[in-house]
């Protein structure tokens, strides 16, 4: 596998550790006119490390961040632990979907809200992906083409994701899979 999305690395360790199954996104500033799409089924995920990601996260997140900041090591490398695959996704235009996704994830409230309303279109993404563990972690330098404020990315290296494990089993996944299928939106895709 080739294909990344870069996340904030507190968001990729909920999502590794099982923690949420959510990622939001409303688009990166390098993705044109159209803005933020599900290019990819499956893909790998690419923690990245925002300066300001701690602040915008709940407190149990915060604190998290805190354990797992001293063990980011090199800034020029990136570790890649986990993959994932889109099981379901929703464009949310709603002001009530956002509410209803309190539990879910760990951005904090007036953060997804600042989201939503940003740029021309009022909307945020919700993705509901199954996380596997890679069966080995991978580390790799960060290139050049990997910067800028964009979602996906290509490494220059594949990555054998055979032997990888969901981190959540069947039961647990389905049963968030269905609360955030009660999240009401006009449009609806599975992947």
Same mark, same amino acid.
């Given at each position: 596998?080739?294909?990344?999305?870069?996340?904030?690395?507190?968001?990729?360790?909920?999502? =590794?550790?099982?923690?949420?199954?959510?990622?939001?996104?409303?688009?990166?500033?390098?993705?044109?006119?159209?803005?933020?799409?599900?290019?990819?089924?499956?893909?790998?995920?690419?923690?990245?490390?925002?300066?300001?990601?701690?602040? &915008?996260?709940?407190?149990?997140?915060?604190?998290?961040?805190?354990?797992?900041?001293?063990?980011?090591?090199?800034?020029?490398?990136?570790?890649?632990?986990?993959?994932?695959?889109?099981?379901?996704?929703?464009?949310?235009?709603?002001?009530?979907?956002?509410?209803?996704? &309190?539990?879910?994830?760990?951005?904090?409230?007036?953060?997804?809200?600042?989201?939503?309303?940003?740029?021309?279109?009022?909307?945020?993404?919700?993705?509901?992906?199954?996380?596997?563990?890679?069966?080995?972690?991978?580390?790799?330098?960060?290139?050049?083409?990997? =910067?800028?404020?964009?979602?996906?990315?290509?490494?220059?290296?594949?990555?054998?994701?055979?032997?990888?494990?969901?981190?959540?089993?069947?039961?647990?996944?389905?049963?968030?899979?269905?609360?955030?299928?009660?999240?009401?939106?006009?449009?609806?895709?599975?992947?």
């Amino acid at each position: 596998m080739r294909h990344a999305f870069k996340e904030w690395a507190v968001v990729v360790d909920a999502l =590794g550790r099982g923690g949420q199954i959510l990622i939001l996104r409303k688009g990166g500033i390098s993705e044109g006119q159209g803005g933020f799409r599900v290019e990819q089924p499956r893909f790998l995920l690419f923690p990245t490390l925002f300066h300001q990601q701690r602040e &915008r996260v709940i407190p149990s997140a915060q604190r998290r961040y805190d354990e797992i900041s001293t063990g980011f090591g090199d800034p020029q490398r990136v570790r890649l632990a986990f993959c994932a695959e889109v099981v379901e996704w929703r464009r949310l235009d709603l002001p009530v979907a956002l509410e209803r996704l &309190r539990g879910q994830h760990i951005w904090r409230e007036d953060v997804i809200a600042e989201r939503f309303d940003w740029g021309r279109d009022k909307n945020i993404f919700a993705l509901a992906v199954r996380v596997s563990r890679l069966p080995r972690v991978v580390e790799l330098p960060v290139l050049p083409e990997y =910067g800028g404020c964009k979602s996906w990315i290509e490494l220059a290296t594949e990555v054998d994701t055979s032997g990888s494990a969901p981190v959540l089993g069947g039961a647990e996944f389905e049963a968030r899979l269905n609360q955030f299928r009660a999240v009401p939106a006009p449009q609806i895709a599975a992947a």
